[in-house]
């Protein structure tokens, strides 16, 4: 079965425009058209749409896509290369989570901080609030011992 761009975007999600996009990029060499210009997807070509949005998630840039697309064209004996890229690109996401998790314990610590001072009825981080100041002194003490 073939699917027109707009049926790809259909049962892929992908935006017809982003997959014109891609497309006129070379990343869907063996997408067949007819005499019209118009592209026309093969159930195996919707599983490209679907790795290629992956890999565009994550980052991959569209010439190392090509790359990646030029290695499975030549056949298996690129199977190690394209794992090896594949298991950095996994490893670029693995750090990538590992930040978000710091980020995430930063932003959970200053929203419970907030919650605090909501419940004392204290600005502790406002400059022009009383209660600043009282910590600016606080801040003092403790260096000072």
């Not at 159930?43 to 998630?57: A, G, K, S």
């Not at 290695?71 to 004996?77: E, F, P, R, Y």
């Not at 690109?89 to 930040?99: A, Y």
């Amino acid at each position: 079965m073939a699917y027109t761009i707009i049926e790809v975007e259909r049962k892929t999600g992908v935006n017809s425009r982003k997959l014109r996009f891609w497309a006129d990029k070379g990343l869907f060499p063996f997408v067949e058209k007819d005499k019209n210009g118009v592209r026309y997807f093969s159930e195996q070509d919707l599983q490209w749409v679907i790795w290629i949005d992956c890999f565009r998630q994550i980052g991959m840039s569209i010439p190392k896509i090509k790359d990646y697309i030029k290695l499975c064209a030549k056949g298996s004996s690129t199977m190690p290369q394209r794992l090896s890229i594949i298991l950095n690109e996994r490893q670029k996401v693995i750090n990538e989570l590992t930040d978000l998790q710091n980020i995430l314990q930063k932003l959970d610590y200053k929203a419970k901080y907030y919650s605090d001072m909501i419940e004392k009825s204290k600005d502790e981080l406002n400059p022009l609030s009383k209660d600043y100041a009282k910590i600016k002194t606080e801040r003092r003490k403790i260096k000072s011992h």
